[in-house]
């Protein structure tokens, strides 16, 4: 709240001019100062697979001038992938939600753990929207909502919003083609050590070097192809 000084000076003609020193008359000057004490500021929980940002911004534009001071868009990427497109899509959200009765302002943290940048760039009083659809690991190979597990861990009172996220889906193909790859990644692993050991054992000198220096090749490429294929 700021306050200033405002100077009242009678009119030159008036009765009271003559009277010294100024009266000075205290004055608060605030925007709505009482509607915006009872406002709160939110943190808006954006993942990179957002879907429709232009739907999304309006929701947050209809949520925000009713009841926030200030909007905090809090993205998680976990990958230079999603790191790329999120700060891209950060930047659209932004523009679109600038000049409007709140204010805005948004940051994308890398890493894995929602509750660590929520605990970094949040107060305890701030209201925490989280959507429906992202689950998180508990326990094992058990997943949880999100929600859920904010509202255990976090003291800031949760939100829940949904729409806007593509839903998590089981994929049998995707466990079974990450399976896939390790197994032949082990696989190879263990055909090129066993090659290395019987040339260790079998030949020496500048004909087993070079023999040798060719398995390493072999295997620094085909690893690097069966990765592209099923990484």
Known sequence: MITTSKISIPAADSAVSNFLPLQVEKKTVSNSALILQKKDNVIFLVPPQIQDVTSFCS????????????????????????EASGHMKLILMTSALTGYSFQIDSQLVLGNSW???????????????????????????????????????????????????????????????????WIGLLLLLAGFLKAEGIISDNLSGAMGSVIMFLIVAGEIILIYCWSLFLG
Not at 65 to 74: D, G, R
Not at 172 to 181: A, D, E, N, P, S
């Open 59 to 82: 929701f947050v534009k209809k949520t925000a001038e009713k009841t926030a001071l200030s909007v905090f868009l809090l993205m998680l990427a976990s990958n230079y992938e999603e």
């Open 115 to 181: 509750i660590d940048a929520i605990h970094k760039y949040s107060h305890p009083d701030d209201v925490v929207f989280c959507p429906k659809e992202i689950q998180v690991a508990s326990y094992f190979f058990f997943r949880e909502p999100l929600a859920d597990q904010l509202i255990r861990k976090i003291p800031n009172s949760v939100q829940i919003y949904s729409e806007f996220v593509r839903p998590h889906s089981f994929s049998v193909w995707k466990i079974g083609r990450q399976m896939l790859y």
